[in-house]
């Protein structure tokens, strides 16, 4: 492990990337103004993985890099820093799931050290590329089977579909429904003379909580968390009733993406773990974002993941609206992702149901190629298929 001596090209390199990650607004010199210690990189509540460090034995060794009045000896995890100007970086070891990183003066307790010289993170420890697919604004599907009374719920032209490229390419799907499609349709009217199939196939296909209704837009933008909550518990009572609890996923997508931050703690104590969003800016505004604050939105709108700490939930940036990208667009956005290693391990899919349905008034006739050429791109660079409410992310947690 490198010492104080400064290996000035190996530096940069991890000056340059701690200033991708910096918060906005703060600047180099911050720390000789203030005489503050600052953690820039990694950021708190960064999700890190082999392509963020060295795996070694038994760890993840990464650089943690950030800036410091230019005479202090300073100190990470008690190794000593490497020193350039106002700026340091030292090699930590990541052993454990979730890890403390704190810089600290060599002569300032480590109890003393508090905001930015202080930072949590996590290691997917069993990270390997892999994929989520998610269809957002569901409930056409379920009306259509209840008035078909099909004998199979595959004889549903979209299951069916959904079925075939699952078998094709071992695809897994999490549908978010609605509870009504605002006519004569809501979910206490679905039959529970399916659950046994709805069982059978849990194991590709879930189903989760969206919202009430399609409208109006954007419903839970300044609901009070209760409404969120109510709503929530009753298409879960719903999907326990009709598919039981195998095929419920507590991981969603809520309609719209934009809750008051004080949804997140009740949503995580009804199980959920992860929210996926777009953390997209459109017309100086963050869009699709859970109304998390613009720094962690703009470090998710460039990276898979980030923990927030207080609510226990992992926010996971959504790659790519199949609906949104034209057929021929596919494959080239999603190279994109798997080009920047910030954004290559998890691939977030989704799109929305209604463009599946010929009724519709934006009814996508290459819809279902647009699924099937995102899923064989990610399944072509050797992605397996996910539900991100198991384990770390859809993986295993343990050693």
Not at 243 to 263: C, F, K, L, N
Request: proline share 5%; glycine share 8%.
């Amino acid at each position: 492990m490198d010492g104080p001596t400064i290996n000035r090209r190996r530096f940069l390199y991890t000056a340059t990337a701690a200033a991708g990650v910096a918060a906005a607004g703060r600047s180099l010199g911050a720390a000789e103004a203030t005489g503050a210690i600052a953690i820039e990189s990694p950021v708190h509540g960064a999700v890190l993985n082999r392509h963020h460090g060295e795996v070694v034995d038994g760890g993840l060794r990464i650089c943690v890099s950030g800036t410091a009045p230019a005479d202090q000896h300073i100190l990470v995890n008690g190794i000593a820093a490497r020193r350039e100007g106002t700026r340091f970086a030292a090699d930590v070891v990541l052993r454990d799931h979730e890890t403390d990183i704190v810089a600290q003066a060599a002569d300032q307790a480590a109890d003393q050290a508090a905001g930015n010289n202080r930072v949590r993170v996590l290691w997917d420890r069993n990270s390997r590329p892999r994929y989520r697919f998610a269809i957002d604004d569901n409930g056409f599907f379920l009306r259509d089977i209840w008035r078909a009374g099909y004998a199979s719920l595959f004889d549903c032209f979209y299951l069916a579909m959904l079925k075939q490229l699952h078998e094709k390419y071992g695809a897994k799907f999490v549908l978010n429904i609605y509870f009504t499609t605002a006519d004569e349709f809501d979910l206490t009217k679905f039959p529970d003379r399916y659950r046994g199939e709805w069982g059978d196939n849990a194991h590709w296909l879930k189903l989760a909580f969206h919202a009430h209704a399609n409208e109006p837009a954007n419903p839970y933008l300044d609901a009070p968390p209760e409404q969120v909550i109510a709503d929530f518990d009753k298409i879960g009572e719903q999907i326990h009733r009709f598919a039981g609890p195998d095929t419920y996923s507590p991981t969603t997508i809520v309609h719209w993406g934009m809750v008051r931050p004080s949804t997140w703690r009740p949503l995580a104590e009804r199980g959920v773990t992860v929210l996926s969003g777009y953390f997209e800016k459109r017309a100086g505004e963050w869009w699709v974002n859970y109304r998390m604050d613009a720094d962690r939105c703009e470090y998710l709108s460039r990276h898979d993941a980030l923990k927030d700490f207080p609510s226990g939930i992992v926010f996971s940036k959504i790659d790519i609206v199949c609906n949104n990208v034209p057929l021929d667009q596919i494959e080239p956005k999603l190279a994109e992702v798997a080009n920047d290693p910030n954004q290559a391990e998890i691939f977030d899919l989704m799109t929305h149901e209604q463009y599946f349905w010929p009724f519709y008034s934006h009814y996508l006739p290459d819809h279902a190629q647009r699924i099937e050429t995102a899923i064989r791109f990610v399944t072509q660079r050797g992605c397996v298929p996910v539900f991100l409410h198991e384990g770390f992310l859809g993986l295993p947690v343990s050693k």
